[in-house]
Each structure stands twice: as structure tokens, then as C-alpha cells.
């Protein structure tokens, strides 16, 4: 029997290891997990490693060094499935801030021996190396969707990660819109449901950190934020955070204004 | 059922503000629980209520298309705000709910289980146009073959206590739709609330034995003529001033019609399809099935979420889903409501109760839209 029970891996790369505590935070089930499965490789958790291949690969973080990016391909041969876990690993993470700005310069203003820092120009997700099996989005990810993936792998079932807006899931928590009722800023209409509408529930607007939704509409959203009252350049900077090197909210971020020809309703 | 005739029901009685707390108490002391409106996050929300002190007295509200802010009222009334950005739909057809879960047994076959038996449920402070909705989904979650056992496990035994609207807020627009301002039938005790100067008088009408029998308990007092006629007249006026208009018209005639319409596009460049609209809509009925199962595969549930035309997967049929564009979805959702349903359903979707403008983000108004299909239709 034991020879049957899947290997699980955990990979790490340019990343904050805030989604692989996010495993560790499972808790109660991360008992169930570990009943299920064998952790062969997980650092953060045991220096006990076993050698691949690995049935699952739950792999953290983005490709910033030409070791990492030789290394992410190992991993990949080593790895029945690859499951890339959290912003950075499924669009670059908040490091791809970089990927605008002039790597060389910082390296030479924040290091004492800039020489010794070796480091790509630019931040990239996993998929722009290797061939990703499912992405799980959100900074961090949600647990509760981690297991979700988990457990349809091991069941052999398809995972319920739903792509449609931030907003579905905040009405069926039954928070209060937090754009329409307080004039809020808000990215959920254009942002991937996922994170529970975790941010709305507690009054604050959706920073976008599960990246965008399946079909978003860029003007629309610049309408809504012009109204909010965010200037051109500050509806920019909410989409370049979590997300920035995303094509998708890059696309977005152009858009400053509303729907050409018709004006705002609200107005 | 004719409306306004109930030959056995006592006349029309009347009661203090103050005995809203023998109200709520006196439900509470019967077993039910008590739903109504309350303040969080401001907004005025359906919650459990546990003493008339929950409700949202002299609250009231400031709405528009994509806008609503809480205002403070220069009286105490208990109902003097629109709608909130709930409808009884939460509590009769919930966002997320159980249908089934099962348990593998010892001997490898499936054991299922039934789910828990609701509770009994009062709902106060329903509006006419929310009390045409609860009929609709009545309609639409009973009325077929099978009647939904979620639905009907929470709205079997509800006692409705409806209250007429003085006050309609700038998004409502139940006269045209034929739903409000005031109330005939359907519900168990009808309130018309009486704010004026230092008096806070509740006009009270007992629709059924049940709601006469809970009126007889209260500090109720015989309303006269004059004071019935003032809550009367007070309804009427509201009906005249209600912040939009439906276009009258065979609206079904028109969406069949307007199908190829260019006007779509318009309204396609500024609608989010975030779904917001439908989930706040108190008839949107639409859920998907999420099935869970645990890490051992020996326990699975299958839970039901509501979903909405606005959903990519909403449509998805082999090979892809069937309304890509947010041109496609918008005229799906603005389509069945106004049109489709009543071929489907015997009446229109839509009650005019104007969360759908309110509650949208990008401030999109229904009604603006029929007007503009029309125009278009026409030019
Ligand atoms: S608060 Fe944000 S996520 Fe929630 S419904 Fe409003 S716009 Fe959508
Ligand atoms: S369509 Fe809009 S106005 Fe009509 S019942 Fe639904 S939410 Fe209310
Ligand atoms: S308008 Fe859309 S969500 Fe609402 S009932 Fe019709 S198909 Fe379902
Ligand atoms: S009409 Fe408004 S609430 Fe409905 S999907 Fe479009 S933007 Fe969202």
C-alpha cells in the first residue's frame, strides 16, 4: 500500500514564503493532508528530502536568477503535476516591479558590493520557463483553495477555482459594497474571485491580488474609479502592486478613463 | 386569491412605535426567528433581529444609480430607507447552501443524509415589491414539478409582516411595475408607518388567523376612519412619486425585437459583468452546484452557490461557454427579466424594486436601458 500514497513536493523561489505558510496554516487539515500523501520535499517544514520524481509539485514564488531558471526546469522533470501557488509564482509577484525600473541602479544603491548580486533584469512567473499544470492565484493564497486543488488531484476530480469577479463572492458573503456605499476604490469587479472577498468584509476596497478576472473591462473599471475619486496616474498604481507584471491589469492600467460617447450614469 | 376582501379579518388597528418591542418579543416568544432590517457597515441589512432596538430608527438613505449612503432622518422612523443591498432571497434562498452529503459506510457502499430541517422564520419589514418577489420565487422554486426542499424548508411557516412605503427612494419604481407602493394580500400582519411631529403610529392590518391572533396579543388600539385614510392617502402619494419609471408597454414584444439591437454594445462598454446585479436582485434565482469532498474521499457534500448569467461558466457547454461578450450577457440577464419570464414564470422578473441600479458598480439603470432600446428600436 505504502508505495501507492502520492509524493508531495514544495518548491521555493523569489517569493516572501507567505503561501507555503499558508499550507502550514491548514493545520487540522494539513494532518489530513499529510495522511494522504507523502511530504517528500518541503523545507519549510522538514529537512527531511527525499529524491524525485514527485507525483505533486506545489511550487512558491518567481523566476529572478539564471539559476532559478535552470532550476524550475528540474523541477518540472521531477514533477507529475506542477501547481504554481500565489502571485509571484503565477505572475511575477510585487518583484516585477523591476521589471519598469533599472535593476542595475538598485543593485549598485543598496548594495555595499554590488558584484557579489547576481539577478535576471526581470521577475517572471513560472509559466514563462516551464509548462504549469493548474495556478492557483492570490497574495497570499487562499487555504481553503489550496485544499481544494489538493484534494481534487488526489481524488482525480477537476477543482472548483472559479474565474469570474471578486464581486460574486462578496455579495454571497453579504458584505456591504464598499464602492457603492462608501465610495470606496475598489478592484473587485475586474479581479479573480478566490480570496473570499476577504478585503470588502472588512471595509477596505480590493487591492486586486488574485489578478484579473476571466473577462474584465478595463474602461468600465476606470469609470468607476475616476468616480471613487482616484486620479489618472493613482489608477495606475492599483493595478501595478501584486499584479504588475501581469499582461492583463498591464492592458488595464492604460485605461484611465471611462466609456468614450456616453456619459456616466452615476453622474 | 381576491385582494381586499377577508370578510374574517379584524379591522384596521393601531399601535404606539413603542410596541414594535412587544412585536418582536412576542414573535420570538412563538419560536420564530426574527428577520429584518438593521445597520452595519452602512448599510441597512437583513439580520436576525433580537429586540425591536436592531432596527434602523430614524435611518434614512440617499441612493442612486451605482450610489447609497446612510443618512441621519429628522424623525425616528423604523422603516424610512429603500432598499438595502439584501432582499429576502438571503434568507428564503440562501448564497450558499447543502443538498446533500454522503458517508462512504464500512462496507464500501454510500450512506446519504438528509439535510437539517430549517427554522421557523418571521420576516419583518417586507416591502410590497419584496413581498411580489417572494411570490415570484414562490413561482419559480415551487410552482413546478419538484419543489425545491432548501426553499421550501425555509419558507414553510414564514409569518410575513409587510410594510407599505410612504417614502420611495430615487431608484425605486414598483408603480410601474405593479407591485407597491402599498400591500392587499400576501402576508400575515401589514404595517403603514405614521411619522409625523411627536406621534409615531403604526396603522396595522391582519391578513390571515395567524397575524390576527399575534395583533390581539399586542398593545393595539382601534384605528379610526380618519387615521386609515391618512396612511391611504399616504401610500397613494408615494405612488406618484417614485424616483423612475418603468416604460409601459409589452416589454417582452420589445427585448424580442431589440435582440439585434446596436444599443447593446453600448451598454456592453459599461457594464462590468461582475454579477452584482443579479446576486442583489431579489427574484435572480440561479445557483451551480460545488461538490466537496473531503481528503479521504469517504465523505462528499454537494453544496449549491448562487451563480449568475454574468458568469463566463454560467454557459459553458462542451467546448466552450455560449455567451462570451458582455453584450451577450447583459441582454441574456436584462432579457429574462423583463422578458423571457413571462413566458416562463406567468409574470415579469423584475418587482421595481431598484437594487439592481443601486447596487451597480458602473451605476447601469434598467430602465434607462429599455428607454435607449426603445429609441433605438424606433430611430
Ligand atoms: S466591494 Fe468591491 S468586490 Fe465587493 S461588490 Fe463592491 S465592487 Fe465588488
Ligand atoms: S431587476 Fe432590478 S429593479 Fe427589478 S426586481 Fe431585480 S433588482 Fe429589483
Ligand atoms: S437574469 Fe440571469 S441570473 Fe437572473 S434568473 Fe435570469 S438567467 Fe438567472
Ligand atoms: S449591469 Fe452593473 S451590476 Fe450588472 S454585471 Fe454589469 S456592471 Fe455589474
Not at chain 1, 518583484?95 to 533584469?121: C, G, I, K, T
Not at chain 2, 430607507?81 to 447543502?98: C, E, F, I, T, Y
Not at chain 2, 392590518?205 to 399586542?218: N, P, Q
Request: glycine share 10%.
Amino acid at each position: 500500500m505504502t508505495t501507492t500514497v502520492p509524493t508531495l513536493a514544495v518548491w521555493k523561489f523569489a517569493s516572501c514564503d507567505g503561501c507555503q505558510l499558508s499550507l502550514l496554516d491548514c493545520e487540522d487539515e494539513l494532518l489530513a493532508v499529510a495522511g494522504r500523501v507523502r511530504v517528500a520535499h518541503f523545507l519549510e517544514a522538514s529537512r527531511h528530502v527525499e529524491p524525485g520524481p514527485y507525483d505533486v509539485s506545489l511550487v512558491e514564488g518567481s523566476i529572478t536568477t539564471a539559476a532559478d531558471a535552470r532550476r524550475i526546469r528540474d523541477v518540472r522533470k521531477m514533477s507529475r503535476t506542477l501547481v504554481t501557488i500565489g502571485a509571484c509564482a503565477t505572475a511575477g509577484g510585487v518583484q516585477a516591479l523591476r521589471n519598469f525600473a533599472d535593476v542595475d541602479e538598485f543593485r549598485s544603491l543598496v548594495y555595499a558590493r554590488p558584484e557579489y548580486v547576481s539577478a535576471l533584469a526581470t521577475s517572471t512567473p513560472i509559466a514563462a520557463h516551464v509548462d504549469v499544470d493548474h495556478e492557483l492565484h492570490g497574495c497570499p493564497i487562499d487555504r481553503g483553495q489550496l485544499l481544494e486543488v489538493i484534494t481534487a488531484l488526489l481524488l482525480g476530480r477537476r477543482p472548483d477555482v472559479p474565474a469570474h469577479s471578486v464581486c460574486f463572492q462578496c455579495k454571497q458573503r453579504g458584505n456591504v459594497c464598499v464602492a457603492v456605499a462608501h465610495g470606496t476604490p475598489c478592484l473587485g469587479p475586474v479581479t479573480r474571485a478566490g480570496c473570499g472577498a476577504l478585503c470588502p468584509a472588512y471595509r477596505r476596497g480590493c487591492y486586486g491580488c488574485f489578478g484579473p478576472m476571466e473577462t474584465p473591462n478595463a474602461a468600465a473599471e476606470a469609470a468607476l474609479l475616476r468616480a471613487t475619486g482616484l486620479s489618472d496616474e493613482d489608477v495606475r498604481r492599483m493595478y501595478r502592486t501584486f499584479h504588475t507584471a501581469d499582461p492583463v491589469f498591464i492592458a488595464l492600467s492604460e485605461v484611465t478613463a471611462g466609456p468614450a460617447g456616453r456619459p456616466d450614469d452615476r453622474a | 386569491m381576491a385582494s381586499g376582501t377577508r370578510p374574517r379579518t379584524p379591522p384596521p388597528a393601531l399601535l404606539d412605535a413603542t410596541a414594535l418591542e412587544a412585536l418582536v418579543d412576542a414573535l420570538r416568544a412563538r419560536g420564530f426567528t426574527v428577520m429584518g432590517p438593521t445597520v452595519r457597515d452602512g448599510a441597512v441589512v437583513i439580520a436576525e433581529l433580537t429586540s425591536a432596538a436592531d432596527l434602523p430608527y430614524g435611518v434614512g438613505v440617499d441612493t442612486d444609480a451605482g450610489r447609497y449612503r446612510l443618512r441621519a432622518r429628522d424623525d425616528r422612523a423604523a422603516f424610512g430607507h429603500s432598499a438595502g443591498p439584501q432582499s429576502w432571497k438571503n434568507v428564503l434562498h440562501p448564497p450558499r447552501a447543502l443538498v446533500w452529503s454522503a458517508d462512504r459506510t464500512p462496507d464500501g457502499s454510500m450512506a446519504g443524509g438528509e439535510p437539517a430541517r430549517e427554522r421557523r422564520y418571521a420576516l419583518l419589514g417586507v416591502r410590497p415589491c419584496d413581498l411580489a418577489a417572494i411570490k415570484v420565487l414562490d413561482r419559480v422554486l415551487t410552482g413546478g414539478r419538484q419543489a425545491d426542499p432548501v426553499y421550501t424548508g425555509r419558507r414553510d411557516g414564514n409569518l410575513i409582516i409587510a410594510v407599505e412605503c410612504t417614502e420611495p427612494g430615487a431608484v425605486c419604481f414598483c408603480s410601474s411595475m405593479g407591485t407597491g407602493p402599498g400591500t392587499d394580500d400576501g402576508f400575515d400582519l401589514a404595517l403603514t408607518e405614521l411619522v409625523d411631529g411627536g406621534e409615531h403610529l403604526f396603522v396595522v392590518r391582519a391578513g390571515t388567523g395567524e397575524g390576527a391572533e399575534i395583533l390581539a396579543g399586542l398593545p393595539a388600539r382601534p384605528a379610526d376612519e380618519g387615521i386609515v385614510e391618512r396612511a391611504r392617502e399616504a401610500v397613494g402619494a408615494a405612488a406618484g412619486r417614485m424616483g423612475r419609471t418603468m416604460r409601459p408597454g409589452s416589454l417582452p414584444d420589445l427585448l424580442a425585437e431589440a435582440r439585434g439591437s446596436p444599443h447593446w454594445d453600448d451598454v456592453a462598454a459599461r457594464c462590468l459583468t461582475c454579477g452584482n446585479c443579479t446576486m442583489v436582485c431579489p427574484t435572480c434565482f440561479c445557483t451551480t452546484p460545488e461538490d466537496v469532498t473531503d481528503l479521504t474521499g469517504d465523505h462528499a457534500e454537494r453544496w449549491r452557490r448562487w451563480d449568475s448569467c454574468f458568469d463566463l461558466d454560467f454557459s459553458y457547454l462542451h467546448g466552450g461557454s455560449v455567451r462570451t461578450s458582455g453584450r451577450a450577457r447583459y441582454r441574456q440577464w436584462l432579457t429574462h427579466k423583463l422578458g423571457t419570464w413571462h413566458e416562463q414564470f406567468g409574470s415579469s422578473g423584475c418587482v421595481g424594486c431598484g437594487r439592481c441600479i443601486a447596487w451597480c458598480p458602473a451605476g447601469i439603470d434598467l430602465t434607462r436601458e429599455i428607454d435607449a432600446l426603445a429609441a433605438a428600436g424606433a430611430g
